[in-house]
């Protein structure tokens, strides 16, 4: 059993172990659990298997199962763009399965893949419905229109905020990801005369 503090990538699409080896969910009720628990964060109950079981539940069943092996405290990376409340809900149910329990976004997280300076780097998250740019705040921009158009969308604020280093975010686990990076990264580097260094990540 491991003393170190466990972390934890919580969404956009998963629920899984970072440190030590990955936590690979097999049984399928598990999977189901962390779905439900994401899908259902802004709720306060889920239907899971045509049951009506409380999200708060959920989470602490997702992150015990995650943190499986650690006696220690917990942290919780999540998405940048997620609200108050969705973190709050993340931190209670850290609190209930681990005692200590601290949160990071995925930005804090990706800002140190960064050669510029924290105020001088842009990290893109891709998400299903939405791409987040952040360097002090976040700004989204909808899935809604066709791959090319979203990426000319964020290549345009990217450029108004002239960084000197771009990051993308680009979870396996979300669909379309890899190829709107793809598009991203090629609309970043073609706006103005001066190009940011552009690095697409995988996965955190």
């Given at each position: 059993?491991?003393?170190?503090a466990?972390?934890?990538e919580a ?5 899984r ?20 628990a ?24 997702a ?136 690095l ?5």
């Amino acid at each position: 059993m491991s003393g170190h503090a466990a972390i934890v990538e919580a969404g956009p699409g998963v629920i899984r172990r970072l440190c030590c080896a990955t936590n690979t969910v097999a049984d399928t009720e598990l999977a189901d659990t962390v779905q439900a628990a994401l899908d259902a964060i802004d709720d306060q109950v889920a239907l899971v298997g045509e049951r009506p079981v409380a999200v708060e539940a959920l989470w602490e069943t997702a992150l015990r199962s995650a943190i499986r092996g650690h006696c220690g405290a917990l942290v919780v990376v999540h998405p940048s763009w997620w609200s108050a409340a969705r973190v709050a809900v993340l931190r209670a149910a850290g609190a209930a399965v681990a005692g200590e329990v601290r949160t990071r976004t995925r930005t804090a997280l990706l800002m140190r893949a960064s050669s510029a300076a924290r105020d001088a780097t842009a990290v893109i998250e891709i998400a299903e419905r939405l791409v987040a740019i952040t360097t002090g705040e976040v700004t989204a921009v909808p899935r809604n229109a066709e791959p090319r158009s979203v990426a000319r969308d964020v290549a345009g604020i990217v450029a108004g905020m002239s960084p000197a280093s771009v990051l993308i975010d680009t979870p396996s686990t979300v669909p379309g990801a890899s190829a709107l990076a793809t598009l991203i990264a090629a609309a970043v580097r073609g706006c103005g005369q001066s190009s940011p260094n552009t690095l697409e990540l995988n996965d955190i």
